[in-house]
């Protein structure tokens, strides 16, 4: 199985920056692609952004020009900077991997536990 573990959030004004990182362990034959998604109360989860092994990215609309996303591919860890940080960027936000533990295994979705983030105006 794949373990991801997330850190880096909390709590910072409008105006501020965060950054969350996101550490994959565990039994782990391939990583192809890594993702950040939030959900804030009452709504559905939500893509943030999405790296591919290659470091290609991809980002909501929302968050254009204000996040990055990088890989470390040595370290099995993705992180998440977060700049401009707005009220609407409230929310828990989870790491995702599409990874296979044994060479046997289709790619599958693992995900972190979660981090809150909360930006204050």
């Known amino acids: 199985q794949v373990q991801l573990v997330e850190s880096g959030g909390g709590s910072v004004q409008a105006g501020g920056s965060l950054r969350l990182s996101c550490a994959a362990s565990g039994s782990i034959f391939r990583i192809n692609s890594m993702g950040w998604y939030r959900q804030a109360p009452g709504k559905q989860r939500e893509l943030v952004a999405t790296i591919t092994g290659g470091g290609v990215t991809n980002y909501a609309d929302s968050v254009k020009g204000r996040f990055t996303m990088s890989r470390d591919n040595a370290k099995n860890t993705v992180y998440l900077q977060m700049n401009s940080l707005k009220p609407e960027d409230t929310a828990v936000y989870y790491c995702?991997?599409?990874?296979?533990?044994?060479?046997?295994?289709?790619?599958?979705?693992?995900w972190g536990q979660g981090t809150q983030v909360t930006v204050s105006s």
């Open positions: 995702n991997a599409r990874a296979q533990s044994s060479r046997y295994e289709i790619p599958r979705d693992y």
